[in-house]
Nanobody
Framework: VQLQASGGGWVQPGGSLRLSCAASSGTLDHYAIAWFRQAPGKERERVSCITISGAEKYYADSVKGRFTASRDNAENTVDLQMNSLKPEDTAIYYC???????????????WGQGTLVTVSS
């Protein structure tokens, strides 16, 4: 499956953005989908993951209560709604697919190209 991430941009602190991960080929409904991010000079971290059914979602402590993952298997998309954004959320965000919500990025077989989120005033 080929993934495409979109929806990044610039937003002021406290604002919102909605990222979307779509499959340009193949389907997402066989995969758990995670969102990772990598800020300049920092390691890539997983910020969320949603299981194949969508019944379970996992979030990094730093984004709990602010970010919400959702999926529409009929539309073949997975979204990440990001609210109350902070400057420390600035990063390139990637979506990735795996058979389950693994913690390690090494367990994700397919990656989107990344979309830049910048939070600043």
């Amino acid at each position: 499956v080929q993934l495409q991430a979109s929806g990044g941009g610039w937003v002021q602190p406290g604002g919102s953005l909605r990222l979307s991960c779509a499959a340009s080929s193949g389907t997402l409904d066989h995969y758990a989908i995670a969102w990772f991010r990598q800020a300049p000079g920092k390691e890539r971290e997983r910020v969320s993951c949603i299981t194949i059914s969508g019944a379970e979602k996992y979030y990094a402590d730093s984004v709990k209560g602010r970010f919400t993952a959702s999926r529409d298997n009929a539309e073949n998309t997975v979204d990440l709604q990001m609210n109350s954004l902070k400057p420390e959320d600035t990063a390139i965000y990637y979506c990735a697919a795996a058979l389950f919500c693994a913690r390690s990025e090494n367990d994700y077989d397919y990656w989107g190209q990344g979309t830049l989120v910048t939070v600043s005033s």
